[in-house]
């Protein structure tokens, strides 16, 4: 996994709006079809990344674990951030691209 080029993919899709971040804002955006991808912090609680997991199969949204709430919360212009939803679908799929996959 290239985490380094994913959190700059991330960054810049960010910059181009096309990110919320935060729990509530995440989960809203999965529930309403805007998310097409979770990015959850591997440092998340088990609680946190356990209610995206279920909420993620439900919604059929790939969800991944990448770096750390520093790492991603650096990335989006914040202090810390456990989870965020990608809303575009090239950045989705760009991030997929350098995501190994589960199977």
Same mark, same amino acid.
């Given at each position: 996994m290239n985490k380094?080029?994913? #959190?700059? #993919? #991330?960054? #810049?899709?960010?910059?181009a709006g096309k990110v919320v971040s935060g729990e509530f804002a995440t989960e809203k955006a999965v529930k309403s079809g805007k998310g097409l991808l979770v990015v959850v912090a591997e440092d998340a609680s088990d609680n946190t990344?356990?209610?995206?997991?279920?909420?993620c199969h439900f919604y059929e949204v790939p969800l991944i674990l990448v770096g750390d709430k520093e790492q991603i919360g650096k990335c989006t212009g914040k202090e810390f951030? &456990?989870?965020? &939803?990608v809303l575009d679908?090239?950045?989705t799929k760009a991030i997929m691209k350098n995501y190994p996959s589960q199977d």
């Open positions: 380094n080029k994913i #959190l700059s #993919l #991330l960054g #810049l899709a960010t910059k990344k356990k209610k995206f997991s279920n909420m951030r &456990a989870s965020l &939803a679908e090239n950045f």
